[in-house]
């Protein structure tokens, strides 16, 4: 029963030391993916796949992203899970390996996953090998329906992408990570490092975060910040801390019987 | 996974010695989490945590109210057969004791229902020895039909089956299941059940899943105490109610805390288990499961029960007879299962009930189909 | 000849794949191809016709998180 000592997080068959996931979208230079994976320990990050802007001479990104660290192809942009099945085929078979993130967003407004499409593009890219983890509203009825159609983990939202709100579904999350026979990834709206700390602290197995780091000042830093946080937040979960008394001890007017 | 895997798994855990070690702030720690984890289960379970009753009660009264609000449900027993071919040591039906066995004939169970219903129950609970060629499929069936004229819930305990026929059940209008492990310890249940069918451990072991699957919508399990080391029992029966609310999520488990009574001592029994491990393996349950169901029966004494209102109790048996036929006929020489230590009437359970700030509940479900 | 390129119609002076991507002035090396949904590897667009009326994907990787 005691917590293993060494303490990895196997997704697809592949051993990660560090659970901290990174993205690349929004940086205001590519270049500083590199250092910001190296100042981080991230050991995975995400992809997206778009048409060509003609004319561009814009150099490949996966220039910018060394070979040790594993590529999580999302599907943004995709409405439904055919176009979600169509864009994982298409990062898998242009050499990004077999990990897909599935994106599936038909709300434009608050960019908030459609759980439907997305279980019905995990039911079938599982079947095709892929090592999917699909981005979703967090459900318990939901998370159990992805465990079955073979998804690899589970991403459910801590608020929505982008807002930098935390965990605002820390409740139904704590629920998924109970119940949950898969890693559990808290994928966007984590803001700060104390936030991604809190995620890992309550059990997540592994947090993403893109904006947060990329529309920093510094994302170097602030990479560097979110690695200490997730490796911290690890940590005091392998340590089992204590959890917060929030009552006190009474007398025994329950019990009392029981000695008299 | 089956649950058969996890018991064999923990067969060769040290309950003796790791509840001997159990600190203070073992048990601390794991009364003030949130959600508690197996071990958390053993802490609150150990002699250490005999000191803790209280707060742990109290939290159990704040969980039990969060999720159950102030409520208690009411279910009456109905024996309609006491054949049993089993040889189970501790059982006053056990194959071996003479007594003149009966089965109530099809309108012998109308008559009992009509008694029953009269004083307002609605959750029946039926139960037989097990005996499959005296009471047959057919039979079981027949009787449900007639049940569900008088009662919106209806509960089996009879023997182990398999799935199939508990779809039968189902179809016929049975809606809860309750099979008790007697013993989780693989040793002694092979001792106290020498023969028949129901020596097969596992047969038994997977009862509940295979009528969660059948379709009832509630199962209720416990082991008999008294059998095996009490505590490493109640764990054992945790971690059971915790595997079948995590595989099928669409029922609802309860526990039971059958205590063996003198009634059934056909043989001695070894371990003691005292009102105040009693309340403790309840609190231990409700803090480790908080939508958890639990089942009093009258086994327990007025006193007792009355008490349990407030301690995460969230069903009592109410105006139980425990002889085949007792409440329409009344047979002065019927043979009882085990002794009805609280033996009120339906309302007198019911004022206790309102007395204490709780509202007694009839009925709680019906089928909709 | 006619095709569908990204979703829109172009007249399409070149015969083969490398031609397009070259005519369309993109870097191959961060070009992923795809004709009437399949996934052309690069070392086989050379090899691979460009044919009136067909369904041409022209994509890259881009940040995204």
Same mark, same amino acid.
Not at chain 1, 112 to 131: C, I, R
């Given at each position: 029963?005691?917590?293993?000592?060494?303490?990895?997080?196997?997704?697809?068959?592949k051993?990660?030391?560090?659970?901290?996931?990174?993205?690349t979208?929004?940086?205001?230079?590519?270049?500083?993916?590199?250092?910001?994976?190296?100042?981080?320990?991230?050991?995975?990050?995400?992809?997206?796949?778009?048409?060509?802007?003609?004319?561009?001479?814009?150099?490949?990104?996966?220039?910018?992203?060394?070979?040790?660290?594993?590529l999580l192809?999302?599907?943004?942009?995709?409405?439904?899970?055919?176009?979600?099945?169509?864009?994982?085929?298409?990062?898998?078979?242009?050499?990004?390996?077999?990990?897909?993130?599935?994106?599936?967003?038909?709300?434009?407004?608050?960019?908030?996953?459609?759980?439907?499409?997305?279980?019905?593009?995990?039911?079938?890219?599982?079947?095709e090998?892929?090592?999917v983890?699909?981005?979703?509203?967090?459900?318990?009825?939901?998370?159990?329906?992805?465990?079955?159609?073979?998804?690899?983990?589970?991403?459910?939202?801590?608020?929505?992408?982008?807002?930098?709100?935390?965990?605002?579904?820390?409740?139904?999350?704590?629920?998924?990570?109970?119940?949950?026979?898969?890693?559990?990834?808290?994928?966007?709206?984590?803001?700060?490092?104390?936030?991604?700390?809190?995620?890992?602290?309550?059990?997540?197995?592994?947090?993403?975060?893109?904006?947060?780091?990329?529309?920093s000042a510094?994302?170097?830093?602030?990479?560097?910040?979110?690695?200490?946080?997730?490796?911290?937040?690890?940590?005091?979960?392998?340590?089992?801390?204590?959890?917060?008394?929030?009552?006190?001890?009474?007398?025994?007017?329950l019990?009392?019987?029981?000695?008299? | 996974?089956?649950?058969?895997?996890?018991?064999?798994?923990?067969?060769?855990?040290?309950?003796?010695?790791?509840?001997?070690?159990?600190?203070?702030?073992?048990?601390?720690?794991?009364?003030?989490r949130?959600?508690?984890?197996f071990?958390?289960?053993?802490?609150?379970?150990?002699?250490?945590?005999?000191?803790?009753?209280?707060?742990?009660?109290?939290?159990?009264r704040?969980?039990?109210?969060?999720?159950?609000?102030?409520?208690?449900?009411?279910?009456?027993?109905?024996?309609?057969?006491?054949?049993?071919v089993n040889?189970?040591?501790?059982?006053?039906?056990?194959?071996?004791?003479?007594?003149?066995?009966?089965?109530?004939?099809?309108?012998?169970?109308?008559?009992?229902?009509?008694?029953?219903?009269?004083?307002?129950?609605?959750?029946?609970?039926?139960?037989?020895?097990?005996?499959?060629?005296?009471?047959?499929?057919?039979?079981?069936?027949?009787?449900?039909r007639?049940l569900?004229?008088?009662?919106?819930?209806?509960?089996?305990?009879?023997?182990?089956?398999?799935?199939?026929?508990?779809?039968?059940?189902?179809?016929?209008?049975?809606?809860?299941?309750?099979?008790?492990?007697?013993?989780?310890?693989?040793?002694?249940?092979?001792?106290?059940?020498?023969?028949?069918?129901?020596a097969?451990?596992?047969?038994?072991?997977?009862?509940p899943?295979?009528?969660?699957?059948?379709?009832?919508?509630?199962?209720n399990?416990?082991?008999?105490?008294?059998?095996?080391?009490?505590?490493a029992?109640?764990?054992?029966?945790?971690?059971?109610?915790?595997?079948?609310?995590?595989?099928?999520?669409?029922?609802?488990?309860?526990?039971?805390?059958?205590?063996?009574?003198?009634?059934?001592?056909?043989?001695?029994?070894?371990?003691?288990?005292?009102?105040?491990?009693f309340?403790q393996?309840?609190?231990?349950?409700?803090?480790?499961?908080?939508?958890?169901?639990?089942?009093?029966?009258?086994?327990?004494?007025?006193?007792f029960?009355?008490?349990?209102?407030?301690?995460?109790?969230?069903?009592?048996?109410?105006?139980?007879?425990?002889?085949?036929?007792?409440?329409?006929?009344?047979?002065?020489?019927?043979?009882?299962?085990?002794?009805?230590?609280?033996?009120?009437?339906?309302?007198?359970?019911?004022?206790?009930?309102?007395?204490?700030?709780?509202?007694?509940?009839?009925?709680?479900?019906?089928?909709?189909? | %000849?006619?095709?569908?390129?990204?979703?829109?119609?172009? *007249?399409?002076?070149?015969?083969?794949? =490398?031609?397009?991507?070259? +005519? %369309?002035?993109?870097?191959?090396?961060?070009?992923?191809? *795809?004709?009437?949904?399949?996934v052309? =590897?690069?070392?086989?667009? +050379?090899?691979?016709?460009?044919?009136?009326?067909?369904?041409? *994907?022209?994509?890259?990787?881009v940040?995204?998180?």
């Amino acid at each position: 029963m005691a917590k293993n000592d060494n303490d990895v997080l196997v997704l697809g068959g592949k051993s990660f030391t560090n659970r901290l996931l990174t993205g690349t979208g929004k940086f205001s230079s590519r270049s500083l993916i590199s250092p910001m994976l190296e100042a981080s320990g991230s050991q995975m990050i995400t992809v997206a796949l778009r048409r060509v802007d003609m004319g561009s001479k814009d150099e490949n990104i996966l220039t910018f992203i060394p070979d040790t660290v594993t590529l999580l192809p999302n599907t943004s942009g995709a409405r439904t899970a055919k176009e979600a099945i169509r864009i994982a085929r298409i990062a898998r078979e242009s050499g990004c390996g077999n990990f897909i993130k599935i994106e599936v967003i038909t709300d434009m407004q608050y960019l908030l996953p459609d759980n439907q499409e997305t279980l019905k593009a995990t039911e079938v890219l599982a079947k095709e090998g892929f090592v999917v983890l699909p981005y979703m509203m967090p459900d318990i009825t939901f998370a159990r329906q992805l465990h079955d159609a073979g998804a690899a983990a589970v991403m459910p939202l801590g608020s929505p992408i982008g807002t930098n709100l935390g965990l605002e579904m820390k409740s139904m999350i704590k629920r998924i990570i109970e119940i949950s026979s898969l890693p559990v990834v808290v994928d966007a709206g984590i803001g700060r490092p104390s936030q991604a700390a809190q995620a890992m602290e309550m059990g997540a197995d592994a947090v993403l975060v893109n904006t947060a780091i990329a529309t920093s000042a510094d994302p170097v830093r602030a990479g560097k910040a979110f690695g200490m946080a997730v490796a911290a937040g690890r940590m005091a979960y392998l340590a089992d801390m204590a959890d917060e008394q929030d009552f006190a001890e009474a007398s025994s007017p329950l019990t009392g019987f029981l000695r008299s | 996974m089956s649950f058969m895997d996890q018991v064999i798994a923990w067969e060769e855990f040290d309950f003796k010695d790791f509840f001997e070690k159990v600190t203070t702030r073992d048990v601390q720690r794991s009364l003030h989490r949130d959600i508690l984890a197996f071990r958390d289960l053993l802490h609150l379970l150990s002699p250490c945590a005999q000191d803790f009753l209280e707060p742990m009660a109290q939290k159990a009264r704040l969980l039990t109210r969060q999720y159950f609000g102030r409520t208690i449900g009411l279910y009456a027993p109905l024996y309609i057969s006491d054949y049993c071919v089993n040889q189970c040591t501790y059982c006053g039906f056990n194959a071996h004791t003479r007594f003149a066995r009966t089965k109530l004939t099809l309108d012998q169970i109308d008559q009992e229902a009509e008694a029953i219903a009269k004083t307002g129950i609605r959750h029946i609970l039926v139960l037989t020895g097990e005996a499959p060629a005296r009471t047959p499929m057919s039979y079981l069936t027949d009787a449900v039909r007639i049940l569900k004229k008088y009662f919106s819930s209806i509960g089996l305990e009879i023997f182990p089956m398999d799935e199939a026929d508990y779809r039968i059940l189902v179809a016929a209008g049975a809606d809860s299941l309750t099979v008790y492990q007697e013993v989780y310890d693989r040793k002694i249940y092979k001792q106290v059940h020498p023969g028949g069918k129901k020596a097969d451990y596992a047969y038994r072991l997977l009862t509940p899943e295979r009528g969660a699957q059948a379709g009832f919508r509630a199962v209720n399990i416990g082991a008999l105490f008294g059998l095996g080391n009490p505590m490493a029992e109640a764990f054992m029966a945790g971690l059971h109610a915790r595997y079948l609310e995590q595989t099928y999520p669409d029922v609802e488990v309860s526990l039971s805390l059958p205590r063996m009574t003198k009634a059934e001592g056909a043989t001695a029994f070894c371990h003691s288990f005292p009102d105040i491990s009693f309340v403790q393996c309840m609190l231990a349950w409700r803090l480790f499961m908080p939508r958890l169901g639990i089942t009093i029966s009258t086994r327990e004494s007025a006193a007792f029960r009355d008490r349990l209102v407030h301690l995460g109790a969230t069903r009592y048996s109410a105006g139980s007879r425990t002889d085949v036929g007792g409440y329409a006929r009344n047979l002065e020489d019927s043979t009882v299962q085990f002794a009805v230590t609280d033996a009120r009437s339906v309302d007198q359970i019911t004022r206790m009930i309102r007395k204490s700030g709780f509202q007694p509940v009839f009925k709680d479900w019906e089928s909709v189909i | %000849m006619k095709i569908r390129l990204n979703g829109r119609t172009i *007249e399409c002076r070149s015969s083969r794949l =490398t031609g397009l991507v070259r +005519e %369309m002035g993109l870097a191959p090396s961060s070009v992923v191809a *795809e004709v009437n949904l399949e996934v052309v =590897t690069q070392e086989k667009w +050379e090899s691979t016709w460009i044919k009136d009326g067909d369904e041409i *994907e022209l994509l890259s990787f881009v940040g995204g998180g």
